[in-house]
């Protein structure tokens, strides 16, 4: 039966974006850049105004206290601005007799710190602005680089609703395969239920992964 990671929140920086433990005085700015252009949100959660991103923000740290899940605010560095939100998500440590891993350690880690055996990455969304600019390039490569070398997972997931091409296609393109589709599989954020689309990218293929990810954002940023 898997467990749950017990992990100490952290930040990541790159050349474009910090990425920082998700906090509540961070709703009012995520309101305020939700708000840029909301057309590319039509199957994602994103707040909408000041109340309704604080209880976005709470029930994402609700989830965070189970042990479960990491949610960041994503920072563009160019001017400081808080411009949307991502996740660890489902992080899991596989337990049972014999112990896990077998073999060598999992690298180095707080002693106080259990990094999950498997891990996703979701609830993603950017302002308008974010868009399109290398900044999803580059949070791909830092969450996935942690979950990868510095935790050793043996899988990072994916998932989607299944009408969400756009998102689809973007996780895709990142280089995961399509694990299928599960009908029925809860509620969307219209209201409707939904079939969900999952992907998954293994330890063996991230290396692929890590230099179209490095080779990307080296053409969006020059």
Known sequence: MPGVAVLSPFSLEGRLVRLEPLEAGHAPSLARVAAENRATYGFTWVPDGVEDARRYVASALAYQATGAALPFAVRRLADGAVVGVTKFLDLQVFTWPPPWPPGAGRGPEPADDLPPSVAEIGGTWYAA????????????????????????????????????????????????????????HGLASDGTVRDTAFYSLLAAEWPEVRAGLRGRLDRLTG
């Open 129 to 184: 602005s974010a868009q399109r600019t290398g900044i999803n390039a580059e949070c791909k490569l830092l969450m996935l680089t942690r979950a990868f070398e510095s935790w050793r997972v043996r899988r990072v997931s994916f998932k989607t609703d299944a009408r969400n091409r756009a998102s689809r296609g973007a996780i895709e393109r990142l280089g995961a395969r399509p694990d299928g589709v599960l009908r029925a």
